[in-house]
């Protein structure tokens, strides 16, 4: 994580910066637990630390002594303000870097003489030569200090990656979580290490990636510190959700489930410090550069895009439809959404915006049968497992550093069939994927609602799965491209439009008024779903529980300092162009442009289900400059120079159609 420096103390601006004070061994070794020092307990850390694994790390039980680190614990409590922020990779509370410290004025500091005397302490020679005996890891700087508080509450994780960034060495987190309510194991909030992969390829270079499951859980623990050296390609861990209380008094008599912590890292030694090297820091980034990419890794992502080219591309108009392609298409979709004039309000909206969202877009019966089907396989047990898992037909995405959910491609769909594991293995869910999204049928309507020109499709289903999975952000370089999500969850409570009529589907359906607020509209969507409280939980004031899963297009951020995906951190959400909650039965479509991100949110266990949908990707032809000359071109709306932009805050669900219209089953 990257992180800017912040004040400390609330209300108190910087002063000009002090120099660190320099520990002796006597008085630094006080500031520890007695007897840490002892040549025998630095032997026994060293052993373990060698002998661990899934990569080497160690855990040290009552680091600090106890009496100071409790008076720092107090002074970060009454002292420290905390910046609630959250993006693709985490969602955290978090200080500034405790490094600045030194440029708090005389005032502030005065209120955190502890807080300064662990930071000293943490820093000092006799620690650094302690954690660099046990690391075998080289010198390390008492310069260079990066520190920072801090807190999860219930709700908050950071996902997997590595922690290799600039001069980086030695990884760390030393626990202040209640003293005197000891931390569970079942609350979440662990330190998890991933075991690494290595994969020898044709060429017979050797790649190295994270396995998909966690192989080593550290929860947190009073006085508690875990550090590791950082290994390019290697140190992959996480931090386990904090779980939810099941109510505001479990919670009050937990202690609320503050998993605070003060974490940092050890850099190698700066200018001036013994064992400084010129040039060993750019020589450390080109070394962590190189072996991140040895092997080519990428290629053992999984899933890899499978795309199935159009023969001879070419527009579609509404005459091409004949009876039988009409037939063909009222077996999946809604009657309503095969109208000219509905096709018609379609096209116009989406060439307007270069996006759309289409509820109750199954047709009654086969949607029937989907959820039937889903909501039977979300109620069954699901494996811890991954290989487990695997051993069936739906797969696990990998990377963790990347990705993680259960998928079925069409063509592993196609192979189960193949393989005759019987009819009742062929599921509607595969035949989305095999007969109705791939089919010329679809792909017409599809072109005549988005007036573009598939040149080939990739589609995938995919299953998040409650406290486990995520897509990170990912950008998309190259030519605009329609992409497809049909939002397939049979759960309602996600916070998103559905939760304000679960009950109304087939009403929407009958009159095709099935639109709400616009999905971007957060707010908006979570005041509707307060509509739903009862009046107990109104009277209990139960705070409404975000739970993730929602899936988000954002802006690109040409600030390489920033965290890429920056979208919670202060309210401020200007960035994101498309926001959607899993939902049941509505498709999105979305033209996406270059360089414009895209993530869905890491599911809480909190979450009322599993987030089920269809994703799929269409290459489209670009349209001619001709075509673009003979088109508006004071059009504001639209969301670039050329109206290929992913949208803009103008963007709202489509407004449905006319009570009149009516949806009557095919069969």
């Known amino acids: 994580?990257?992180?800017?420096?912040?004040?400390?103390?609330?209300?108190?601006?910087?002063?000009?910066?002090?120099?660190?004070?320099?520990?002796?061994?006597?008085?630094?070794?006080?500031?520890?637990?007695?007897?840490?020092?002892?040549?025998?307990?630095?032997?026994?850390?060293?052993?373990?630390?060698?002998?661990?694994?899934?990569?080497?790390?160690?855990?040290?039980?009552?680091?600090?002594?106890?009496?100071?680190?409790?008076?720092?614990?107090?002074?970060?409590?009454?002292?420290?303000?905390?910046?609630?922020?959250?993006?693709?990779?985490?969602?955290?509370?978090?200080?500034?870097?405790?490094?600045?410290?030194?440029?708090?004025?005389?005032e502030a500091l005065a209120k955190l003489p502890s807080l300064l005397a662990l930071r000293d302490a943490m820093y000092s020679q006799a620690f650094r030569d302690y954690v660099a005996h046990i690391t075998g890891c080289g010198p390390l700087s008492g310069r260079k200090t990066d520190m920072a508080i801090n807190v999860y509450t219930p709700g908050c994780y950071l996902l997997c990656h590595d922690d290799v960034i600039g001069s980086r060495k030695v990884s760390y987190i030393l626990y202040l979580t209640d003293p005197d309510i000891p931390w569970k194991a079942e609350w979440g909030g662990a330190l998890r290490l991933f075991p690494v992969r290595t994969i020898k390829g044709k060429d017979g270079q050797v790649a190295r990636t994270p396995a998909p499951d966690a192989s080593k859980i550290i929860p947190p623990a009073w006085n508690q510190l875990s550090f590791f050296a950082v290994q390019p390609g290697e140190s992959f861990h996480d931090v386990e959700e904090v779980y939810h209380a099941e109510n505001q008094e479990q919670l009050k008599k937990e202690g609320g489930r503050v998993r605070m912590a003060i974490s940092g890292w050890f850099h190698i030694p700066q200018i001036g410090e013994d064992g400084y090297i010129e040039g060993a820091e750019e020589k450390l980034a080109k070394n962590s550069g190189l072996m991140q990419l040895q092997g080519n890794p990428d290629q053992y992502d999984l899933p890899q895009s499978k795309p199935v080219p159009v023969e001879e591309p070419q527009s579609s108009s509404q005459e091409e439809f004949n009876e039988a392609d009409l037939e063909f298409l009222l077996k999946y979709m809604s009657p309503t959404y095969l109208t000219p004039d509905t096709l018609e309000q379609i096209a116009e909206h989406f060439d307007e915006l270069s996006t759309i969202t289409l509820p109750n877009i199954l047709g009654k019966k086969f949607a029937k049968k989907l959820r039937d089907y889903v909501t039977a396989q979300e109620a069954a047990s699901l494996p811890e497992d991954s290989a487990e898992i695997e051993k069936g037909p739906w797969q696990v995405a990998k990377p963790p550093h990347k990705h993680r959910f259960l998928y079925l491609q069409s063509d592993s769909a196609a192979a189960s069939k193949k393989n005759g594991k019987g009819k009742e293995e062929y599921s509607p869910i595969k035949e989305l994927l095999e007969e109705f999204l791939p089919s010329p049928q679809f792909r017409r309507w599809l072109q005549i609602a988005t007036k573009s020109v598939v040149e080939s499709h990739d589609f995938i289903a995919r299953r998040f799965r409650r406290?486990?999975?995520?897509?990170?952000?990912?950008?998309?370089?190259?030519?605009?491209?329609?992409?497809?999500?049909?939002?397939?969850?049979?759960?309602?409570?996600?916070?998103?439009?559905?939760?304000?009529?679960?009950?109304?589907?087939?009403?929407?359906?009958?009159?095709?008024?099935?639109?709400?607020?616009?999905?971007?509209?957060?707010?908006?969507?979570?005041?509707?779903?307060?509509?739903?409280?009862?009046?107990?939980?109104?009277?209990?004031?139960?705070?409404?529980?975000?739970?993730?899963?929602?899936?988000?297009?954002?802006?690109?951020?040409?600030?390489?300092?920033?965290?890429?995906?920056?979208?919670?951190?202060?309210?401020?959400?200007?960035?994101?162009?498309?926001?959607?909650?899993?939902?049941?039965?509505?498709?999105?479509?979305?033209?996406?442009?270059?360089?414009?991100?895209?993530?869905?949110?890491?599911?809480?266990?909190?979450?009322?289900?599993?987030?089920?949908?269809?994703?799929?990707?269409?290459?489209?032809?670009?349209?001619?400059?001709?075509?673009?000359?003979?088109?508006?071109?004071d059009d504001a709306t639209k969301g670039g120079e050329n109206g290929t932009g992913v949208l803009d805050d103008t963007e709202e669900e489509w407004g449905g159609f006319s009570s009149s219209s009516s949806d009557s089953d095919s069969d």
């Open 1 to 106: 994580m990257k992180r800017k420096a912040q004040s400390q103390a609330a209300g108190h601006k910087p002063a000009k910066k002090k120099s660190k004070t320099s520990l002796s061994h006597e008085d630094a070794t006080k500031r520890f637990r007695k007897g840490l020092f002892d040549k025998d307990v630095l032997d026994k850390y060293t052993k373990g630390y060698a002998e661990s694994s899934p990569y080497k790390h160690s855990v040290i039980h009552e680091l600090i002594d106890d009496s100071l680190l409790r008076a720092v614990r107090e002074e970060i409590k009454n002292n420290v303000s905390f910046t609630p922020k959250e993006t693709d990779i985490y969602k955290i509370h978090q200080s500034g870097d405790l490094a600045n410290l030194d440029g708090l004025d005389d």
């Open 467 to 633: 406290g486990k999975d995520y897509t990170l952000a990912t950008g998309h370089e190259g030519k605009p491209r329609l992409e497809l999500t049909l939002g397939i969850t049979p759960t309602s409570g996600w916070g998103g439009d559905e939760d304000e009529d679960e009950d109304e589907d087939d009403a929407a359906e009958e009159n095709g008024d099935g639109s709400k607020p616009n999905g971007k509209g957060k707010g908006k969507a979570k005041a509707e779903a307060s509509k739903k409280k009862s009046k107990k939980e109104t009277e209990e004031e139960e705070q409404e529980v975000e739970v993730g899963g929602h899936e988000v297009y954002m802006a690109g951020d040409d600030d390489a300092d920033e965290d890429a995906a920056v979208y919670k951190s202060g309210g401020d959400d200007e960035n994101i162009l498309f926001f959607e909650s899993p939902a049941w039965n509505k498709l999105s479509l979305v033209l996406r442009d270059s360089g414009v991100l895209k993530f869905v949110k890491y599911v809480s266990r909190k979450a009322p289900g599993d987030r089920w949908d269809i994703s799929g990707t269409f290459e489209v032809e670009e349209p001619d400059d001709e075509d673009d000359e003979d088109e508006d071109s």
